[in-house]
């Protein structure tokens, strides 16, 4: 324990930028990895549900459908239940409505990946910066006296920011990539069964006078 905080403490200010940086990207990767998930997005039992939305509007019941819209627990509930609230409306308009409210959802699902974006950026340039003021100082000492030891020893301690600023880059970009192919991935899911959900008010056998009943 002594020497791991021996090499960070050796880093300077710099060191402890990066470390908050990291403790910053830690702490939005749990978060992501707790709240975009499929179950809060596009669970896939009511997906399987929404597909199957003309059976519902022909019986003429949504069943438990209509309660899950309702409540709004989900990314889909909510914009299902947008759906149906403009169902009255001309197709275009509806779609217009959907289309602005699932930008809004999307914008959610972002929300702490620009703070990894950053991370990503600053974290590398932090370390650089403390790689550059250690050297400075190892080279404004040294002289024909030097001790070569001590110049190794003061190269190495220069050079960890720039070791640890990668450390924690690298696992941020991962997550990063990671979680907006996720988001892109959902997204479209979305966007598929939206187009479901339309279609299926604004078909040539549906009664929007109804449907908004329901």
């Known amino acids: ?3 791991v905080w021996s090499f960070f403490a ?3 200010p710099f ?9 910053v990207a830690f702490a939005v990767i749990v978060f992501k990895l707790r709240t975009l998930t499929q179950e809060r997005v596009v669970p896939a039992r009511l997906a399987g ?13 949504l069943g438990q459908l209509e309660d899950e819209f309702s409540g709004g627990q989900t990314s889909l509930a909510r914009l299902c239940a947008i759906a149906l609230r403009k169902s009255g409306l001309p197709r275009g308009e509806v779609q ?3 289309q602005s409210s699932a930008r809004e959802e999307v914008v959610k699902m972002h ?3 620009p703070v990894l974006e ?38 190495f301690m220069a050079l960890s920011t720039t070791i640890v600023g990668l ?19 959902m997204a479209a899911r979305l966007e598929v069964l939206l187009s479901h959900v339309i279609s299926a008010t604004h078909g040539p056998t549906a009664d929007p006078e109804r449907v908004r009943h329901l």
């Open 111 to 113: 929300s702490g990946l």
């Open 15 to 23: 060191m402890v930028a990066i470390v908050a940086c990291s403790l």
């Open 1 to 3: 324990m002594e020497s």
């Open 49 to 61: 549900e929404v597909e199957r939305m003309e059976e519902f509007l022909g019986a003429g019941s």
């Open 96 to 98: 217009l409505v959907v």
């Open 118 to 155: 950053v991370i990503i950026n600053i974290a590398p340039l932090l370390g650089l910066l403390g790689t550059a003021s250690g050297l400075a100082l190892v080279f404004r000492d040294l002289g024909a006296a030097a001790n070569h030891a001590e110049i190794a020893k003061g190269i």
């Open 167 to 185: 450390a924690v880059a690298v696992p941020s970009v991962i997550a990063h990539s990671h979680f907006s192919r996720k988001i892109e991935t």
């Open 10 to 12: 050796t880093g300077g």
